[in-house]
């Protein structure tokens, strides 16, 4: 119904032609439109039809209001498209620019991968050491993280549609899975979703399917309630949107897993 409203003015007022009207109808039918309606001696009225446009007829006309408050709220509106032509066109160009810096940064990141395969224990310690992702493991999670052997980071070509992180590991006692992947993804309309690996665990080793018994040992020992298992990550895609793991190991633990790791603050044998 706003819409059908927004057209009707573009339509129903002279001062806008047809060129100009869907552009000024969007700037002014927001939070301020109301108000330059009542301007030009126009408001909105809803009924049981659509939003309709009508002459105001309790207030005062055109002629009894400012003329300069009138002529600088048009200007203001002129003002503000082109402000939102140049924010337009300064994200298609910083995307531009996003999209060649990744590329360069490739060979970097694989040389880095190279390094950080000669210390062991490195992604585990760099986990434990950051203060959000240490809150969401448990002691079975960590031990099954000293498997992990590599980490990526993959932002797709379009950045803004999404990223995937990939875990590589060893074989070990847990899973037959050598990666484990998420992927993060934004349509054309901006709705999120996520997609991941299925982790096929071994015999009795599910650590998303801890029994009681093991939860007991655990607070037992630790002094708290045990957190629920990091690996339910993966199959976790509830709310895509507001994924702060995914965010934290893309926007902070990637750039610089080396300051994490260097933090020193476990020590991972």
């Not at 809803?46 to 003329?67: D, F, I, V």
Request: proline share 5%; glycine share 4%; hydrophobic share 35%.
């Amino acid at each position: 119904p706003v819409e059908e409203g927004r057209c009707e003015l573009a339509c129903l007022l002279p001062r806008l032609s047809a060129a100009e009207g869907p552009a000024r109808v969007r700037r002014t039918c927001g939070f301020r439109g109301e108000s330059w309606l009542l301007l030009r001696g126009w408001e909105l009225r809803a009924g049981a039809a659509p939003l309709r446009l009508l002459p105001a007829a309790a207030h005062s006309s055109p002629s009894t209001l400012e003329k300069e408050q009138q002529e600088a709220i048009e200007h203001i509106d002129e003002v503000q498209n082109e402000i939102d032509r140049l924010n337009e066109q300064a994200s298609e160009e910083i995307l531009k620019v996003e999209q060649k810096y990744n590329k360069l940064r490739q060979p970097f990141f694989q040389k880095r991968s190279e390094l950080i395969a000669k210390i062991p224990n490195f992604w585990v310690t760099t986990f434990v050491n950051h203060p959000q992702v240490s809150a969401l493991l448990g002691e079975e999670d960590e031990e099954a993280l000293h498997y992990l052997t590599r980490v990526e980071v993959t932002e797709f070509e379009d950045i803004k549609s999404g990223y995937r992180i990939d875990f590589y590991f060893d074989e070990n006692p847990y899973f037959e899975n050598k990666v484990l992947s998420k992927e993060f993804h934004l349509n054309e309309s901006g709705d999120p979703s996520s997609k991941s690996t299925e982790i096929k665990w071994k015999s009795g080793k599910d650590l998303t399917k801890r029994s009681s018994q093991t939860q007991n040992k655990a607070s037992r020992k630790r002094q708290h309630e045990e957190p629920e298992s990091f690996f339910t990550w993966f199959t976790d895609h509830s709310d895509a949107g507001a994924d702060e793991l995914g965010e934290v190991i893309k926007d902070d633990i990637w750039p610089n897993p080396l300051q994490y790791y260097l933090l020193m603050s476990h020590v991972c044998l």
